[in-house]
């Protein structure tokens, strides 16, 4: 079988580096493009892990040297830029992997937290590219919408309760990542110094993945109203999220996980407290819940990288070519 050639523009980050590892061990997808901003120099001067692994040209990243060599662009670049190289990609017939927010949102709720959307046409095709939502809608796009590490790890922990969650109550959502998600730029709140023994919450019930997460579930059918709390962690990367939510009457919060993912490879149901360690380096969700009288807590872990953006990218590729979802996606853990 002849390998589809892939490209990665934004390939200095953390996400881009993470995608580079998956397609090199890709038995269907061939790398042939790796852009960046300014171009110049080899894959291994970005990424020195990379040194006698991959040796190809770092290119100034242009769509249309891009649509002349690869039918797939994976896009890891920072808010509105992507939608920019996304419309160009698009109009040379590219099929596009987007890892930004820049098509994840309804156009009201883009404007209101990122700013004004340049792609109007392009947004309203968009998929969203959570499998476990969409994956007959991902089989068929041009455009998949890659979901954030917040939202992934919250919508997957939430949605199977929607039949027994209390109306009109709030949902409250305690939110861990490691540093990583923070992405390569540094500044005074990823500093070493700052970070280690430490732990400190930000942005509270401020945001930008707040209205994603409550988008994403109202059109799933939950429609409460959502309150977030991220925090970071003095870890390299993982993410833990506390959901806590009020029921209609007491259930078995483990029974109802377990037959509502019974036929989803990558959500593990756990019965015991999940932990960061537990999903490092894969793309599972593992998720626990419990419930005492008419309150349920219900626990998720993912690998911010990998299930919160690298990772889950490959599982929307292999759908919309085709290929079993989780041909080449991590599923060993990075233990200990």
């Not at 110049?40 to 040209?57: C, E, F, N, T, W």
């Not at 070493?192 to 409550?214: D, G, K, Q, W």
């Not at 959502?226 to 962690?233: A, G, S, T």
């Amino acid at each position: 079988m002849k390998k589809i050639s892939v490209a990665i523009v934004g390939a200095s980050g953390y996400t881009g580096l993470e995608l580079i590892k998956l397609l090199l061990n890709h038995p269907n997808f061939e790398l042939s493009y790796m852009g960046t901003s300014e171009g110049g120099g080899k894959a291994s001067d970005l990424h020195p892990s990379l040194l006698h692994v991959i040796d190809i040209d770092i290119k100034k990243s242009d769509p249309k040297e891009i649509a002349n060599k690869c039918e797939l662009a994976f896009l890891a670049l920072p808010h509105k830029t992507a939608m920019e190289f996304a419309k160009k990609l698009l109009e040379f017939g590219v099929r596009v992997i987007d890892l930004s927010a820049d098509y994840r949102l309804s156009l009201e709720n883009y404007e209101k937290h990122y700013g004004k959307h340049l792609d109007e046409e392009h947004l309203k095709e968009a998929v969203y590219g959570l499998p476990e939502i969409n994956r007959e809608k991902i089989k068929k796009a041009s455009l998949v919408a890659n979901p954030g590490c917040y939202p992934t790890a919250s919508i997957l922990a939430l949605l199977s309760f929607k039949p027994f969650i209390k109306e009109n109550t709030p949902i409250f959502i305690d939110a861990k990542s490691g540093v990583s998600g923070r992405g390569k730029k540094i500044t005074y709140s990823e500093h070493f110094v700052h970070v280690n023994e430490n732990f400190i919450s930000y942005n509270a019930l401020n945001h930008r993945h707040e209205p994603e997460i409550t988008e994403i579930l109202n059109k799933s059918g939950i429609k409460n109203d959502i309150y977030f709390v991220p925090h970071l962690l003095p870890i390299t990367r993982g993410m833990l999220i506390s959901a806590y939510i009020q029921l209609k009457e007491p259930i078995n919060a483990k029974n109802i996980l377990t037959e509502f993912y019974k036929n989803e490879k990558f959500v593990r149901i756990r019965d015991e407290a999940v932990s960061v360690k537990m999903t490092a380096g894969t793309n599972f969700c593992d998720i626990f819940a419990t419930s005492k009288n008419d309150v349920a807590f219900v626990s998720s872990s993912i690998d911010n990288l990998l299930r919160g953006a690298s990772a889950q990218a490959l599982a929307n590729a292999n759908l919309m070519f085709g290929f079993d979802e989780d041909l080449g996606v991590p599923k060993i853990a990075y233990v200990p």
